[in-house]
């Protein structure tokens, strides 16, 4: 079965400073892999996905993040943090060709950003 | 606005009642999924419509059930409430079945609270 381990469950950084949630997935296809984001009192945004094109995937606000097979992982960073980016966030993995199998969430990273 | 609709926002009843979430997917969108999200649990996918026939299922109590109409708005029922099942229901939408790996559009969420 596929999974995904978010291996910070708080990541606390300053303002201005490098951002890295660390992700790391398990799964016996080629999987497709997402970063979602939730702000406070808000629904999920879609960050970036990653669906066997490139492995460094581009998303919106400045996010970035690489697939990486040989370590399993899809971390997620970002060059200079903002304040405005202290929410939660969480991996997500979809295995294509697989049946009916859902989004498979990872249990969240929450940002903290420190002015 | 994501183009998913979730009403109510804010739900609080007591123990042993049924209520109804509702949900109206983008525009164009003919699947649609339910999540219940806890503080505990995370974030549980329960089951997934697609074009008015019932797709996958996964952690949804029998106590729980959900419809999706021929205008593709769906329903979540929840009955003989219990105080566990206070969480923030998710509904999320995409143009086809999700092995389309093209990520989901989430609404912003109805929150329940049992008493």
């Known amino acids: 079965a596929q999974s995904v381990t978010q291996l910070d469950s708080h990541v606390s950084v300053s303002e201005g400073t490098p951002v890295l949630l660390r992700c790391n997935y398990s799964s016996s296809y080629s999987p497709s892999l997402f970063w979602y984001v939730q702000h406070p009192n808000k629904g999920l945004q879609l960050l970036l996905k990653?669906?066997?094109?490139?492995?460094l995937v581009k998303g919106i606000n400045g996010f970035e993040a690489e697939f990486k097979k040989s370590e399993t992982s899809f971390h997620l960073t970002k060059p200079s943090a903002h304040m405005s980016d202290a929410a939660e966030y969480f991996c997500?993995?979809?295995?294509?060709?697989?049946?009916?199998?859902?989004?498979?969430f990872g249990k969240g990273t929450r940002l903290s950003v420190i002015a | 606005d994501s183009g998913v609709t979730q009403t109510p926002k804010h739900l609080i009843t007591a123990t042993g009642q049924r209520v109804t979430l509702r949900c109206s997917p983008r525009?164009?969108?003919?699947?649609v999924y339910w999540y219940q999200q806890s503080l505990d649990q995370g974030l549980q996918f329960l089951i997934q419509y697609y074009n008015g026939e019932e797709r996958a299922k996964g952690n949804i109590l029998e106590r729980f059930s959900a419809q999706q109409f021929p205008d593709l708005h769906s329903e979540l029922n929840l009955s003989s409430l219990e105080l566990g099942d206070s969480a923030l229901y998710f509904c999320a939408s995409s143009p086809r079945d999700f092995r389309g790996g093209y990520g989901y559009t989430f609404g912003s969420g109805t929150r329940l609270t049992v008493v």
């Open positions: 997500v993995v979809i295995v294509l060709n697989s049946g009916n199998t859902p989004l498979v």
């Open positions: 990653y669906t066997s094109a490139a492995t």
């Open positions: 525009s164009g969108d003919l699947s």
